[in-house]
């Protein structure tokens, strides 16, 4: 009887063991399109030995464990890539945007602003009296230095924009960290055992979600928590966790944007959404910025050397045509004295009203080697300007492309 027992509990062990790897298996297979589920896999081990005079044999089998599959070595190349990947999505978006604000496809850009304001100097040296023709070039004039002020604007605005954008991503990121510090607690609470694999699960899927944000690497415990680290810096370990803040900085008389941590030292990001952000608002912007401007002071400075030297329909010289103090592309304008009377516009070289030898000197302007010491008209430069930014859209796209084609 005993012996009859024995093979019956047996079997059924050994059915309970098979009904439970099909749960198993069914998980699996429900799960199979759940983002962030790691496939299981049922452990089984023959138990208890059986001693007989003609040798020994097994009592049957007995579920050892459920192992959660999970390649980490893949995992950390997928968390390299996100991170890729993310920065370049976030610098395409923005670029992408910047480069229709310098687009001069429909008419309206800088460069068909500086041709009108050009020819209205040369319509005038055929018309030095004509109050018609010299209003005409103050509306052309009021016309590029809007230009100028409307694209300063819109670059003004993506970089209050981006520093939103990293003020609620470096706040998803603090989340993201508060998470899985708490996942950490709940791996050392008596309630669960490090073989909680719907935790592990969401606590991975954190960190691909952090990946997109910055660099990361962990480091697992024997606990079955881990330690998150940005490249040197620890950011989670066990169940604590560190605060980053976003702050400003002056340099050069233009503010930086970076990430720090409480105690005042700097997050190493060198990847990610937040990298591209802070690329873009500290370096990008700020020298596309910087060359409007220099755009704008050289027209200014190089025109109003010009038309100082000139005479006025009144006799007058030495009168500025734009205003001159601390010029940059947010400020540039016609000055008011020109604008209140248009006989103040200068372009004769003798005093004789019918002389036009200024207007042809100011619309020469455009053919001479003005900026990049020397070498490059206000044209070229421009030009320049302009294919830097196509350039650099262009790259940032391929980039995300490739970094897509590795994460799929």
Known sequence: MSDLLSALQVGKRALLAQQFGMHVTGDNIANANTPGFSRRRLNLESINLRKFPYG???IGVNVESVQRLRERSYDTQIWLENSGLGRWQAEEKYLQQIETVFNDLNGSGLSDSFNEFWNAWLELSNHPQDMGVRSSLVEKTKILTSRFHLIDKQLTDFSTSISDDIEKKVQQLNDYLEQIAAINRQLCSSQFDQTSH??????????????????????????????????????????NTVTINVTEESSGGALVTKLQF?????????????????NLRNTLIPAYKSKLNQLAANLVKEVNNLHQSFYALDGSTDNPFFTSDNVLASNIQIDASIEADL??????????????????????????????????????????????????????????ENAETLVQ
């Open 262 to 278: 409480s105690s005042g030292s700097s997050l190493d990001v060198q990847n990610g959404e937040l990298l591209g952000l802070l």
């Open 198 to 239: 719907g935790l592990k699960d969401n606590r991975d899927k954190l960190i691909d979600e952090i990946s997109k944000l910055i660099d990361v690497s962990i480091v697992e415990n024997e606990d079955g928590t881990v330690d998150l680290y940005n490249n040197s810096l620890l950011l989670v370990s066990g169940q």
């Open 343 to 400: 006989s103040k516009i200068a372009i004769s070289s003798d005093g004789n009203p019918g002389n036009n030898e200024g207007a042809l000197a100011l619309n020469g302007l455009k053919e001479k080697k003005l900026l990049a010491n020397n070498t490059q008209t206000i044209q070229e430069f421009y030009n320049e300007l302009i294919s830097d930014i196509g350039t650099q859209s262009w790259k940032v796209t391929y980039e995300r």
């Open 56 to 58: 020994t044999i097994g």
